[in-house]
């Protein structure tokens, strides 16, 4: 990847401005941009169509794009950087930290997109961490992340894949995309670990589903085992309903389903108990 293969930082065309004495690795306090402006660098970099996210959080909204069109194209300003705890990966390159973007677009941006050889900003502050990330106890904002899969992928869907990441570093499969709506540690637990982690999921009926409860089959082999996000019947009937799921030869999707509705099926309803109910 480009970011591991550059020379020394002077080839890369960096140039650090007004920076302050902040030495490399510094961690300042959490307390906003305010206590962290006085160091400011400009960066490169490298490939196409990274999104810039509202905070540091690679699950929150977009607020802006970077290279939309041609790899490189954006030069980007930062004054200060965020270790999220969540690694994000592009290729053989990956990164724990967010940066505080001052412009093109102001906002946050894995620092995997920089064209840099260092999984962190260098000569910018760090400000300190968010705690471990607790699953989100929301179902809206379970719902919400669900979604950003649908068109993550330049507009398209995330591709399936048992063994490859993307960019938020969650696995790119079934339970790989449910972790990511769940906010739980990438690169995501598995399809038997949903089904059994008494700390993640409990047991439900079919009449009690309601939106972001889960259908899992935690049956068979990993070829054979699936889970799906429920979002709401279709009918009076409870005969099908709306769901999320990340399935082979597809990718992410958002259809009508009728796992585990009928006799004999594998499929079981669960909740998760980041829900509180």
């Known amino acids: 990847m480009l970011r591991r293969v550059l020379p020394a930082l002077a080839a890369a065309g960096i140039g650090i ?8 690795g510094q961690t300042v306090s959490a307390q906003g941009p305010a206590a962290v402006q006085a160091a400011e660098a400009s960066f490169p970099t490298w490939g196409t169509r990274w999104v810039v996210h509202a905070s540091a959080d690679a699950g929150s ?13 954006d030069r980007i ?6 270790d999220t705890g969540r690694k994000v990966c592009e290729g ?7 940066a505080h973007v001052t412009g093109p677009v102001e906002g946050f941006l894995s620092v995997v997109a920089v064209a840099i050889p260092e999984d962190r ?6 400000e300190d961490g968010p705690a471990p990330q ?10 919400r992340r669900a979604t950003t899969w649908l068109t993550a992928n330049d507009g398209a869907q995330v591709p399936y894949s048992q063994t490859t990441y993307w960019k938020d570093g969650y696995r790119q499969d079934c339970s790989g995309y449910v972790s990511m709506t769940l906010g739980l540690p990438t690169p995501g637990t598995n399809t038997v670990g949903l089904a059994n982690d008494r700390s993640l ?10 939106p972001g409860d889960l259908l899992i089959d935690a049956d068979g082999t990993s070829d054979t085992r699936h889970v799906v996000i429920f979002e709401k019947w279709n009918n009076d009937a409870h005969s099908s309903y709306t769901a999320y799921e990340q399935r082979g030869g597809h990718g992410t999707d958002h259809r009508s389903l009728t796992y585990g509705l009928s006799g004999g099926s594998e499929f079981r309803p669960y909740r998760p108990v980041a829900f509180g109910d």
């Open 17 to 24: 401005t007004g920076f302050a004495g902040a030495a490399h």
């Open 134 to 143: 607790e699953p989100s106890a929301s179902r809206e904002e379970m719902l």
């Open 201 to 210: 999921t409990r047991p439900i009926s079919l009449g009690e589903l309601t």
């Open 77 to 82: 300003t930062a004054d200060y950087q965020v």
């Open 61 to 73: 909204p977009a607020v802006g794009m970077i290279n939309k069109t041609a790899a490189g194209q």
């Open 92 to 98: 053989d390159a990956c990164s724990t930290y967010m």
């Open 121 to 126: 900003l260098p000569g910018v502050p760090v």
